[in-house]
């Protein structure tokens, strides 16, 4: 199966500031995604994203989240002025198709103080 | 009413026990159906893919949808304390991409 990297693996940051998390996925894959999970609730989705640009986005996803894929490589997900309630784990996915299976990575804690 | 309601458990049962995990969707919108399963502090890994009502099966695992009554479970044959994670019932088709997830069921599968 293949690989998707997420980095860092665990983020602590100070409320107020801004934090961007890193996904590698394999270069042929169009469609990435990415989702959340607080602590103790289920997984949330947040975010598609296809030709470079938003597919579709949760209610979640506000002004304080962009995302972008900055050299057709690395997908990220920016929050511009975390918040307490921010802290989650942060799930980013890929496919091939808009329909198709989706593979994620390990995720990245975000843990803000 | 939730989108994707699935029993968080825990369900706890012995090796070699057969298990039955169950969700329920509201929305008849949704087209496909999935299963995952999540060690702690992991990613979320595809178990099961399907788009129609009826089984699938692969190895031990069986996938099972009825559209009908909006259900879907997913069965564990000989269960072994590896299978010990949570699983994750998902539904998708309303949109582009978009899954929707249900809570988790936690099982664990005791010597």
């Known amino acids: 199966e293949p690989e998707v990297t997420q980095t860092p693996s665990h983020q602590v940051t100070q409320m107020g500031q801004e934090v961007i998390l890193r996904c590698v996925p394999i270069?042929?894959?169009?469609?990435f995604y990415w989702y959340r999970q607080i602590l103790g609730q289920k997984v949330e989705f947040l975010v598609s994203?296809?030709?470079?640009?938003?597919?579709?986005k949760s209610e979640i996803f506000d002004d304080q989240f962009s995302v972008e894929r900055p050299d057709g490589s690395n997908f990220t997900l920016k929050i511009r002025s975390t918040k307490l309630e921010d802290s989650a784990m942060y799930f980013c996915?890929?496919?091939?198709?808009?329909?198709?299976?989706?593979?994620f990575g390990p995720g990245t804690r975000l843990t803000v103080l | 009413q939730k989108e994707v309601e699935q029993d968080p458990g825990p369900l706890s049962v012995p090796e070699g026990a057969i298990v039955s995990l169950n969700c329920t969707y509201s929305?008849?919108?949704?087209?496909?159906f999935m299963w995952y399963r999540q060690y702690s502090r992991k990613g979320p890994e595809l178990l099961m893919y399907?788009?129609?009502?009826g089984n699938k099966e692969d190895g031990r695992f069986t996938a099972q949808v009825d559209k009908s009554s909006k259900y879907i479970s997913l069965f564990i044959r000989d269960s072994q304390p590896s299978d010990s994670a949570t699983y994750l019932c998902?539904?998708?088709?309303?949109?582009?991409?978009?899954?929707?997830f249900g809570q988790g069921t936690i099982l664990t599968v005791h010597p």
């Open positions: 996915a890929r496919s091939s198709g808009g329909r198709d299976t989706q593979y």
């Open positions: 270069s042929n894959h169009l469609y």
């Open positions: 994203f296809y030709n470079n640009e938003i597919s579709e």
């Open positions: 929305n008849s919108a949704f087209q496909y």
């Open positions: 399907t788009y129609s009502s």
């Open positions: 998902l539904t998708g088709g309303t949109s582009y991409g978009k899954l929707t």
